[in-house]
């Protein structure tokens, strides 16, 4: 098992803003991969390519009254900088197996939760299963760009022939060790619902000429300025829906002080959000964010620029729109010298799932079964998930994977050494068995 993993993470499956033909290639070499790996899999359920390199499996439950459930991940992952390469501990496309970890681009983001599913899938078919229920498996292969071609394709695919699912559930938040102060115990969130998703463009034209004889406003002192009044403009924080629910959750497992805060939020809500606000992790799930992720502008020393341009990147808070956050961000600038420009991929913050519904009490005891250690909670996911393409097939959607993060391990995201635990993934094949086995009613 150890070793599959380990070697899916070698395939360079890795999506950015351009497709390449080698990308694709390695996509068609993972999907050969794949059928070799799981030959009860490929046997006994049927498989769909879709938008290009997307996955659909199709598990048939013996009873067609029951709506199918739908587990999800994708294949893609995100480049690694060249520069950062030699920081990692094992090379980021090695999957070495060592000290505990599996090592790698991919592990906890997401080809763990691929493999983990069709691992639990064979095991299951080894043993005779046959599920009361259908179940799809779906793996994108371009969620890290929006998930546009893979999952979006396969969403319309299924409302095409009338699906309605129970549930969806996503990768997401996870199993939280050491994070939340106040807080002994590790603590499993259940996304229910997540950010939405914009990026603006900034542009400014100026006539350039010699360093020498700068005037008032360059492009870069206008782009700076415009920056400047941004970060002392943040959006308003909010302390309602999934972040508010997650509390009255957790409340009740801190010690008395905390626990007498977090009761009392009507009172207590002020001191709450100052609190949350003062951490990176904690903010975003209380406003919408606004990062500034590229700046260019100037092409020699002596040559003052005609163009800066700077690409911001929000996550809008679920209760607030798209074209909300583009005016305040105008607002916030002031300046008719800074044109704003949307980009193509964006996405309005999801809806919130219901944590009363049979399908939340099904993972929660689904979690409880394969993670006892931990408390559970909803909770709201601050990234974005291909999980938003299914919103029109079920009102039940989540995001969650059990693989414990502790005070060092969110930055792994995304970042360096990238990698899951031995005992984490063993886990992930347990869990994704367990809520197979669990949806049987």
């Not at 030959?39 to 006994?44: D, F, G, I, S």
């Not at 916030?332 to 193509?344: E, N």
């Not at 999980?387 to 994977?401: D, I």
């Amino acid at each position: 098992m150890l070793q599959r993993l380990s070697e899916a993470i070698r395939y360079r499956t890795i999506t950015n803003q351009v497709t390449t033909d080698s990308g694709s290639r390695e996509f068609q070499r993972f999907h050969t991969f794949l059928t070799k790996s799981f030959p009860r899999v490929h046997k006994l359920l049927s498989k769909e390519i879709i938008g290009g390199h997307s996955l659909l499996y199709s598990w048939k439950g013996k009873d067609e009254r029951l709506n199918p459930v739908l587990l999800m991940a994708h294949m893609d992952v995100v480049p690694v900088d060249p520069a950062t390469e030699s920081s990692w501990h094992h090379p980021p496309f090695s999957g070495q197996v060592a000290d505990g970890y599996i090592w790698g681009r991919g592990t906890m983001d997401d080809k763990g939760s691929v493999l983990a599913i069709l691992e639990a899938a064979e095991d299951l078919l080894a043993s005779g299963f046959e599920p009361q229920r259908t179940f799809y498996f779906t793996f994108g292969h371009d969620e890290e760009v929006g998930g546009n071609n893979g999952a979006a394709n396969i969403a319309a695919a299924l409302r095409s022939r009338g699906v309605q699912l129970e549930f969806v559930l996503d990768e997401g938040l996870n199993i939280l060790d050491g994070i939340i102060s106040g807080l002994s115990s590790p603590v499993a969130l259940i996304g229910i619902a997540e950010k939405g998703y914009l990026t603006l463009r900034l542009t400014i034209e100026t006539p350039g000429g010699h360093s020498s004889m700068p005037p008032v406003d360059t492009a870069i002192g206008v782009m700076s300025r415009a920056l400047h009044k941004l970060n002392a403009s943040p959006f308003s924080p909010r302390l309602d829906g999934s972040t508010r629910r997650m509390l009255e959750f957790i409340g009740p497992e801190m010690a008395w002080s905390k626990r007498l805060v977090l009761a009392n939020l009507w009172l207590f809500d002020p001191l709450v959000r100052r609190q949350l606000a003062a951490s990176p992790l904690t903010n975003a799930t209380i406003r919408t964010t606004v990062a500034p992720t590229i700046i260019h502008a100037g092409v020699q020393e002596n040559v003052l620029p005609t163009r800066a341009a700077a690409v911001l990147n929000l996550r809008i808070l679920p209760g607030e729109t798209i074209a909300g956050a583009i005016e305040h961000v105008r607002k916030a600038i002031d300046d008719p010298k800074v044109q704003l420009t949307p980009l193509p991929v964006r996405m309005e913050p999801s809806s919130v799932s219901d944590i009363e519904s049979p399908s939340f009490t099904l993972l929660h005891q689904t979690i409880r079964q394969t993670a006892p250690e931990a408390i559970v909670a909803p909770a709201l996911l601050v990234a974005a998930t291909d999980s938003r393409h299914y919103s029109a097939l079920t009102k039940n959607v989540y995001r969650f994977l059990p693989i414990t993060l502790g005070p060092e391990d969110a930055k792994r995201y995304h970042g360096i050494d990238e990698r899951i635990s031995i005992k984490d993934y063993e886990r992930c094949v347990r869990f994704y068995a367990q809520l197979i086995r669990n949806s049987q009613q």
